[in-house]
């Protein structure tokens, strides 16, 4: 697939300070059903940080992952270029994002760079589009 822009790595520091930031964004998760508390923090392009954790409503039979709360929140308030997005739960291995929203992340954003946490804390980074290969797009 080709892309507009290589994607770029974070210094180590600053991928960790972006796992600091889903990590306090995951003290919010309301998740009754699951009980399976994940939290996001994702990078605009201007440097702004926008945090989300995942939202389970039994009512509705709905559940809003963590990346697309951050996701959601960002587009509301106009922003539209993304560049990193650190998602963290509270398993040893790195969380994997659903397939939902990395098919919404790469709509947004093709060139994000996924950091999640290994087991010894440290980030992992990765392109979106390692996740999603061959992705459709309109
Ligand atoms: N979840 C996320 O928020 N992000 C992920 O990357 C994986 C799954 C949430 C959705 C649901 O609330 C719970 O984790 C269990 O699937």
Redesign the pocket.
């Known amino acids: 697939m080709t892309q507009n822009h290589p994607p770029i790595l974070l210094p180590e520091n600053e991928a960790k300070m972006m796992l600091s930031e889903a990590t306090a964004a995951l003290a919010y998760s309301h ?1 009754p ?2 009980g ?1 508390r ?1 939290g996001a923090a994702l990078l605009a392009a201007d440097g702004e940080i926008v945090r989300g954790c ?1 939202v ?1 409503s039994p009512s509705v039979l709905q ?1 809003f ?3 697309r709360v951050a996701l959601l929140k960002a587009l509301s308030e106009g922003l539209r270029e993304f560049t990193h997005l650190a ?1 963290v ?1 509270e398993q040893r291995d790195p ?4 397939g939902l ?1 990395r098919q919404m992340l790469m709509e947004f954003a093709p060139d994000l760079i996924v950091i999640t946490r290994l087991a010894d804390g440290s980030p992992r980074q990765i392109p979106l589009a390692d996740y999603l290969p061959e992705s459709f797009r309109l």
């Open positions: 998740a059903v699951s399976f994940v995942n389970e559940v992952c963590a990346e998602v739960a969380v994997q994002p659903c929203c």
